[in-house]
């Protein structure tokens, strides 16, 4: 037999003697399971079951008292938000009117401007006296415009959520 063949048939007896004898290497090594003989006794005295009873009133009581207190500043923060955002709807609408006001003024002054100088005949003097009346009237529409964003009231800050102490825990069942 040549070399080769004797290493593949050493080989392959090592390998099926591996594959089907039981080893160390597969054992498992979970502990098998053991039944009690004798089950453990639980069962409950009468003092303890009232002192459970007493602790799961009292903690029906704190947990009602909880949800009534957590309701509350929900509720409380939900109006504080609603009038939060209507404050601020009501101060975008008042800027989108003095804005309104000012574009209005500015066009004004533009088309009074464009009105002036149209004629082919204007002077040179006549533009300018056009142009600084336009000049003016758009300053006097800034100055207004400032002046009354100044005198809007300031957008309050947003309402904090509210925060509520910790859930009760619930008593142990003995």
Known sequence: MSKNLKRRIIAGTIGAALLFAPTAAFADTTPAPTTSVTPPNHKVSNVDHGA??????AYRVALKAWQDTRK???????????????TVKTHNTSVKQIDFTFN???N???????QAVKPAATTVAARQVALNTRVAAVA???????SALAAL????????APTV???????VKP
Do not use: E, F
Not at 165 to 171: C, D, G, L, T, Y
């Open 52 to 57: 459970y009873k007493v602790a799961l009133d």
């Open 104 to 106: 209005a003024a500015v």
């Open 72 to 86: 509350a500043a929900q509720d409380a923060y939900k109006a504080l938000v609603v009038t939060y955002r209507g």
């Open 108 to 114: 004004a002054a533009k088309v009074a401007y464009n």
């Open 140 to 146: 006097a529409a800034t100055v207004a415009r400032a």
């Open 153 to 160: 009231p300031t957008i309050p800050a947003l309402p904090v």
């Open 165 to 171: 102490a910790p859930k009760p825990v619930a008593p």
